[in-house]
DNA sequence: CGATCGGTTGATATGAATCAACGTGCGTGG
DNA sequence: CCACGCACGTTGATTCATATCAACCGATCG
C-alpha cells in the first residue's frame, strides 16, 4: 500500500483486521482534537509499526498521516498471534515493542510536561538521530530529516513561529542547521546538554 | 508489602524478577530529572500494575511512590509468563492492561501538549474520576480524593502556584470544590466541556 | 507571472511562573 | 496545655516564556 506525502493512511476508530508497518519514507502517528489541534505522538520510519499495542486490539485509537512518500504494509493480526505462540521470537519481538513505544511515551510525556522550548526541541532531535541513523549512512552528522517546522511544532506543543525562533537561536549558537531536508548537527554534546533529560 | 504515605517502594533502573500491584491505598508512577522536576505517568489505584510492560521486561524504567498508606504485591513475572500461555484469559488481561496504558499515555501526552492549565486539570479529573468510582460508593458527586495539589502540578505540567488558581476558578464558577480529601463535582457537563479532549 | 507554501522577523499580548507574604491546621515537644 | 514549626493552600505583584498578529521573503509550481 503506496501513499502520498500528506495523505491520511489510518483514522481513530477505524477496525482493522491488520497489523500496519511502514515499509518505506516517513509517517507520523498523532490525536486530533476536534477543533483542530493535533497532537503527533510518533514519527514512524521504516520498520516501525504504527503502534504496537495493534498486535491487541482491532481498532485504531489514534491517526496515522504520510509524511514523506511512503509504502505501508499490513500483516494479518490473527497471523501474528498465532506466530507468537509458536515463536518466542515473535513474541519477544512484540514485547520488545511495546517496550519501546512505552519508553519514549514516557520520555516525550516528561518533556512535554516538564521542559522549555529549547529542551523538547533538542529532545525531539536527540531521539530521532539515532533512529534516522539505523536506517542510513550518515556522514559528518548529516541526517535526512524531511519534517517541516509545523510538525516539530505539533509534536512537542509550541507554535510554529516559535519553533522558527529556536531553530534561530540553535544556529546562531553553531549547535545544528536544518536545510534541503536534512539537519546537521555542529555540537552534539552542547545539543546533548540542552535535551537529554537528566 | 507495606508503605506509608511519600516512601519510595520502586526506583528507576531497579531490576526485580516481580511484576508489582496495588492493593491498598493510591500511589504513583513517575520519572525524575536530576535536577528535582518530575513527571508524574499515571496515579495508581488499589488493582493497578505499577505499568503493564513491566510483564517483558525486568528492570524499571520508572519511579513509583506512595501516595497515601499502600500494600502492594509482588506476583513473579515467570510465572505470569507461564500462566499467560496457558490460560488466554491471562492473556487478555495483561494485552488490555498494555491498551490501556498506552491510551492513557496518549490522552495525557495530547493535554500536556495541546491543553491549556484548565483543560489539562479538568482532563486529569475526568480521566480519574471514574476509576475511583469503580472502587468506591460515590454518592453526590464526592470522591474520595488524596491528592495534594504538587501532585497535581507534576502530573499535569504547572506549578502548585497555578494549580491552586485554576481551582480557585473552577471553585467560583460553582464546578467543583476540593476539601478534607475529597473532590466534589458540581457541574459534570461543564466540567467535561473544558476538559474531554474532544 | 501570480499564487501558494514554508520559514523568518518584529511588535505586542497573554498565560503561567516566580517571588513573597500570609493564614490555617496539625503534630511535636516542652 | 501551650508554643512552635512545618506543610499546605491562597493571594497579590511582577516577570518571563511563549502565543498571536502581521509583514515580508524566497522557492516552487501551475
Known amino acids: 500500500m503506496a501513499a ?4 491520511q493512511v489510518a483514522t481513530r476508530n477505524q477496525v482493522s483486521s491488520d497489523v500496519f508497518v511502514v515499509c518505506r519514507g516517513w509517517a507520523f502517528r498523532y490525536f486530533q482534537l476536534s477543533d483542530g489541534r493535533r497532537q503527533i505522538l510518533k514519527f514512524l ?12 486490539e482491532t481498532a485504531f485509537h489514534f491517526s496515522v498521516k504520510a509524511l514523506t512518500e511512503v509504502q505501508v ?34 520520555e516525550l510525556l516528561t518533556a512535554l510536561g516538564q521542559c522549555s522550548a529549547e529542551e523538547r526541541i533538542a529532545h525531539l532531535l536527540l531521539h530521532l538521530m539515532p533512529r534516522i541513523a539505523a536506517r542510513n ?33 540553535f544556529r546562531d549558537r553553531y549547535i545544528l542547521a536544518m536545510s534541503e531536508g536534512y539537519l546537521k548537527v555542529f555540537d552534539l554534546p552542547e545539543l546533548e546538554r540542552i535535551g537529554s533529560l537528566r
Open 73 to 106: 504494509s499490513g500483516f494479518s493480526r490473527s497471523e501474528i498471534r498465532a506466530r507468537c505462540v509458536a515463536d518466542p521470537n515473535v513474541q519477544i519481538a512484540v514485547a520488545n515493542s511495546c517496550i519501546t513505544d512505552t519508553h519514549d511515551a514516557t
Open 137 to 169: 549512512v550518515i556522514r559528518e552528522q548529516r541526517y535526512p530529516f524531511p519534517l517541516r517546522q509545523q510538525h516539530i511544532a505539533d509534536a512537542v506543543g509550541l507554535t510554529p513561529v516559535h519553533v522558527s525562533r529556536v531553530f534561530s537561536v
Open 4 to 7: 502520498r506525502a500528506g495523505e
Open 45 to 56: 520510519l521504516p520498520g516501525d509499526v504504527f503502534s504496537s499495542v495493534t498486535v491487541f
